[in-house]
């Protein structure tokens, strides 16, 4: 079945440092994988995307790669800021998975000032 | 991009008692899901909402605990029934758009159950 392992938590950065957040997978077939936010109090949000090989998915300062050869899709960002804190969900789905998504168990960041 | 409204956003809940919640989405959607978070941990999917027919239910959970309606493309409910409070959870109703480009899948805000 799909698997995703995530960098386990909590990361505490300090403004303007450069984040990276671990997501290797297994799965069935070709998945799509997907980057999830959290903030404080509020629901989830897509943060990014990729849905083949070699991708990069990114949407506000953040950045994804698909990298299939190994099985990987590892969050960055270049410069983070306090507003960054929030807990981030590394997920993939497949077809053959009838399009359910399985998750990590998510990384808490803290960006301090 | 689809956008999802769920009802309610929070309540609190007495023990022993059940509470709807309800998903509408803006536009048709095929794949319809319920997930659950509970407190400090990641999401779980709970079942597939399947329009017409009876929800497709994950390990662990079954029909007489979390009923699901799904009448038509845009719409669906979970039931969470006779809570205890280790049904304090998030639950959150999410949606598949399957496309050409690529498919993308979006959630609702969420419904904050606290169970007292």
């Known amino acids: 079945g799909n698997s995703v392992t995530q960098m386990e938590g909590p990361v505490t950065l300090s403004e303007e440092a450069f984040l990276t957040i671990n997501c290797t997978y297994t799965?069935?077939?070709?998945?799509?994988l997907f980057w999830y936010v959290q903030y404080p109090g509020e629901g989830l949000q897509l943060l990014l995307k990729?849905?083949?090989?070699?991708d990069k998915g990114s949407n506000k300062g953040f950045e994804a790669t698909y990298r299939k050869e190994t099985t990987s899709f590892h969050l960055e960002k270049g410069s983070v800021q306090v507003s960054d804190s929030a807990v981030y969900f590394c997920?993939?789905?497949?077809?053959?998975?009838?399009?359910?998504?399985?998750f990590g168990k998510g990384t808490l960041l803290t960006v301090n000032p | 991009s689809a956008v999802i409204s769920q009802k309610p956003s929070r309540d609190i809940c007495q023990r022993g008692t059940s509470l709807t919640i309800q998903c509408q989405v803006d536009?048709?959607?095929?794949?319809m899901f319920w997930y659950r978070q509970q407190p400090g941990q990641s999401l779980t999917l709970i079942a597939t909402?399947?329009?017409?027919?009876?929800?497709?239910?994950e390990s662990g959970f079954v029909i007489d605990k979390f009923p699901i309606s799904r009448p038509n493309l845009t719409f669906s409910t979970l039931t969470v029934s006779n809570m205890s409070p280790e049904d304090s959870s998030i639950y959150l109703c999410?949606?598949?758009?399957?496309?050409?480009?690529?498919?993308?899948?979006?959630f609702g805000e969420g419904s904050w159950l606290t169970v007292v």
């Open positions: 999410s949606v598949t758009q399957i496309a050409y480009s690529g498919n993308t899948i979006y």
């Open positions: 799965a069935t077939g070709y998945p799509s």
């Open positions: 990729a849905t083949k090989a070699d």
């Open positions: 997920a993939l789905f497949s077809g053959g998975s009838n399009y359910k998504l399985t």
């Open positions: 536009s048709q959607v095929t794949m």
């Open positions: 909402a399947n329009q017409g027919s009876e929800a497709t239910y």
